[in-house]
């Protein structure tokens, strides 16, 4: 009985990582999908130096950031945050295009530098959007 508890304990503590990566942190769906391809890039890519991984990756965050763009200032956004709201989109869409030109041609250090500004705009959004 005790063997089977262990057994049942260890399945949960390999699998729990998992179906963390499918949970959603932020209120709006277009975030969190934009943060499932940020994430692994931010934690494992960008600390290992991994520049081709990050760029091969780039196409899709630069498609998941312009649909965060599309949304604009999201509902629940309260009126006194709305222009903040909007001040830190249109920097993140300018970090985004940087990112994109430097993902395609730019050296590493240049790349380096425009992920990890859309990286600090992107959790500049985040902290502003309204809770679940």
Request: no cysteine.
């Amino acid at each position: 009985m005790k063997l089977l508890s262990l057994l049942a304990v260890s399945l949960l503590l390999l699998l729990m990582p998992l179906a963390a990566n499918g949970l959603e942190h932020f209120s709006v769906k277009e975030y969190n999908n934009f943060h499932d391809v940020l994430r692994p890039l931010q934690h494992e890519a960008l600390p290992s130096k991994e520049w081709g991984r990050i760029r091969l990756n780039a196409g899709e965050l630069v498609k998941r950031g312009k649909a965060i763009v599309k949304v604009g200032v999201p509902a629940g956004v309260t009126k006194e945050k709305a222009e903040e709201f909007r001040k830190e989109l249109k920097k993140f869409n300018s970090a985004l295009k940087k990112f994109n030109r430097d993902a395609k041609a730019g050296a590493d250090g240049d790349l380096e530098a425009s992920f990890t500004a859309v990286h600090d705009s992107f959790e500049m959004l985040a902290g502003l959007l309204p809770q679940k």
